[in-house]
C-alpha cells in the first residue's frame, strides 16, 4: 500500500531564508507525487505536481520540488520565504487518477 | 470556468442532530467527487469518493454517508452527530475528462459539534 510520510510536523524559518520541507513515500510501482498548500481556514491549493519527466518541477509562488525515485523523496524548497508563505504543507501521492493520499502535513511558521 | 461551491462555511450543531453538507461542481461533466475530513493534527483523511450518480465508495466506517443524487452533486450526511464528527470538511473534484493532474478542493466547512 502506498503510504505519505512527512517529516516534520511544524517548521519554523526565518523571513527571507531559505526552506526545505520533507516528504518521503512508500509505493512499489510509479507514482503521481503533488504538494498543497493551506492557508488558515480555506480549503487545498495544488503547488505543484510530478507526473513525469524531469525530475525538478517549479510550482507557484516561487516553491520547486524534486522527484528523486531512489530514496523516494519530493522534497519542497523555496529559496527565500515571504510572511504569506505561512500555512500547511500537504504531501500526496497518487498511483491512480481515482485516489490521492495525503500526509499529515507540515505547518510553516515564518518569524520576523 | 470550472467551479466548486461548498456550504455552509461552518456550522456548530448539538451532539446528536442531523448533518447535511453540500458541495456542487460547475463547468465540467462527469467529475470524480471526493469528502475528505480534516481534524487537528490528523492530516485530511479520505471518508467517501464518487465516479458517477449514485456510485459512492466508503473509505472508512463511522457516522457518516454520502450521496450524488445529480451529476454534480455530492452530499455529506449524518443522522446523529458525535463529538467526534467535528473538524475541517473539504469537497474535491476531478475531471477525468482531463489528464490527471491532481484534485480541485473546496474551501470547506468548519464542523463544530457540541
Known amino acids: 500500500a502506498q503510504s505519505v510520510t512527512q517529516l516534520d510536523s511544524q517548521v519554523p524559518v526565518f523571513e527571507e531564508a531559505p526552506v526545505e520541507l520533507r516528504c518521503n513515500y512508500s509505493s512499489s ?13 480555506q480549503g487545498l491549493q495544488l503547488l505543484l505536481k510530478y507526473l513525469s519527466g524531469s525530475t525538478l518541477v517549479k510550482g507557484i509562488n516561487g516553491f520547486e520540488a524534486e522527484f528523486n525515485k531512489s530514496q523516494t523523496s519530493f522534497h519542497l524548497r523555496k529559496p527565500s520565504v515571504h510572511i504569506s508563505d505561512t500555512a500547511e504543507y500537504f504531501c500526496a501521492v497518487s498511483l491512480s487518477d481515482d485516489k490521492i493520499i495525503f500526509g499529515k502535513g507540515t505547518r510553516l511558521h515564518i518569524l520576523p | 470556468s470550472q467551479t466548486i461551491h461548498q456550504w455552509p462555511a461552518t456550522l456548530v450543531q448539538p451532539v446528536g442532530s442531523p448533518l447535511s453538507l453540500e458541495c456542487t461542481v460547475e463547468g465540467t461533466s ?14 485530511l483523511q479520505l471518508l467517501f469518493y464518487s465516479v458517477g450518480i449514485g456510485q459512492i465508495s466508503s473509505e472508512v466506517p463511522q457516522n457518516l454517508s454520502a450521496s450524488r443524487p445529480q451529476d454534480r452533486q455530492f452530499i455529506l ?10 473538524g475541517f470538511y473539504l469537497c474535491a473534484w476531478w475531471d477525468r475528462g482531463q489528464r490527471f493532474y491532481g484534485y480541485t478542493f473546496g474551501s470547506g466547512t468548519r464542523l463544530t459539534v457540541v
Open chain 1, 29 to 41: 510501482v510509479s507514482v503521481y507525487l503533488f504538494w498543497y498548500v493551506q492557508y488558515p481556514n
Open chain 2, 77 to 86: 450526511s449524518s443522522k446523529k452527530l458525535l463529538l467526534s464528527d467535528s
Open chain 2, 30 to 43: 462527469n467529475p470524480n467527487l471526493y469528502w475528505y475530513r480534516q481534524a487537528a493534527g490528523r492530516g
